[in-house]
């Protein structure tokens, strides 16, 4: 390389570009002691040119035309914050088919089509670096690639969703319903209009498959992560969960048992002793425990303009500092490791399950026989009188049990006279594992 300039072709300059822009020219001086090179934003691609923009200076940099940016030799890097599929997709291929290297905070993209982005990077010997695509401004993927490169990860558990992090945060503090928490969320901008990719729990199975891809170095698919969502969580059923030392958590678990994997999102009791119940409003936090290591947790913003940004200019530094040793294409480690998915009827979890029932004398004794028929023991058991005593809800929290016995004996709960309605069933993390 002759010149001492890289430059950077901006494909965005919404939230995360803006972002991008600003610490690129504020922090000129550090990531030019950093990387002996300077870092400029040559050309930046947008929908609307005549857009009021937070930044001034840039408006002669800025194009409609991709071509403009994958098509000019002097552009090493692309930066693509623009988000979604198409054309994101497009764009990327065709800069690494031109041997520009590719920093992106797309998990969307990089959940579904990572594997065919990073095996076209490596053909063609370009990086590809997307470490603010999961939990913004938190660098867990670096540390997932690089921290734990001489350990055997077991366990991650992310809150890697702010929006429903914050719905459940606050339905836990007011004692308010669901609905009514998200309104006032989307009324303050914390939750999009269209809410169904962050409340359904799809926004953090994107960030979970890429996780569990690096963590445990196996080609993890999004069909591959079992979902679902905080629209069923009830007032009730945090109320109850408090009662008995556990809080309502959207848990992105990615597990490991001997080889066989298991991924999930899904609403989960977290025991106020696990650091991932004291993670509240719209922040992120990342457990993972390791052989060697034991326990760890990352914590901070997953999204917002500077925290992603932050992560967007790191991949910025690695493969700029790659330019200068001549390095790019080699820092990423393919999936190596085959992938053995648990089979669902194995998997283990303790269970919170909340029913109604006819208020009679046996019938507990009736629910705890079949309990134990099914292999199911009990670590806690309230019951509390329900519609105005004429009939009685249990809460009950059991030990670890198989989702085979689990499932066989909510099926037959189901089924008895006395059992008038099983309200919720969640897992149960922390304590006790
Ligand atoms: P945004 O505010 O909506 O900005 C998108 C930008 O891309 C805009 O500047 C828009 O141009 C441009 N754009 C969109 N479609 C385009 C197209 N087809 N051609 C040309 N330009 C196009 O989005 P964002 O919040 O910055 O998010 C960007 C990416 O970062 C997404 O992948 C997102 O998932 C990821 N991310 C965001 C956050 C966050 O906190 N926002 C956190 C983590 C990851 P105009 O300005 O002209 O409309
Ligand atoms: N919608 C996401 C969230 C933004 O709520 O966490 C960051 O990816």
Redesign the pocket.
Known sequence: MERNIVKVGL???????TGVVRIVQGHQEDLYKQTGLGIEIHKI????KE?PRSISGMEDRMTLDPQELIGDPEIDVIVE???GIH?AKEYILAALENRKHVVT????LMALHGAEILQKAQVKGCDVFYE??VA?GIPILRALVEGFASDRITKMMGIVNGTTNYILTKMSEEGADYAEVLKEAQALGYAEADPTSDVEGYDAARKMAILATLGFRVPMRLEDVEVKGISGVSKEDIAYGKKLGYVVKLIGLAQRDGDAIEVSVQPTMVHKSHPLASVNGVFNAVYVHGEAVGETMFYGPG??ELP?ATAVVSDLVTVVKNMKLGVNGRGMVAPYREKVLKEDQDKLSRYFLRMIVADKRGVLAQITHLLADNNISLVQVLQQPYNGGQQAEIIMVTHQAAKRNMDEMLETLAGMDVIHEIKSCYRVEGEEE
Do not use: E, H, R, Y
């Open positions: 494909m965005g300059f919404g939230t995360v570009g691609l947008v929908q609307d857009k914050v623009i988000g054309p905070a797309n998990k969307d603010a695509s913004g999204a917002g992603t």
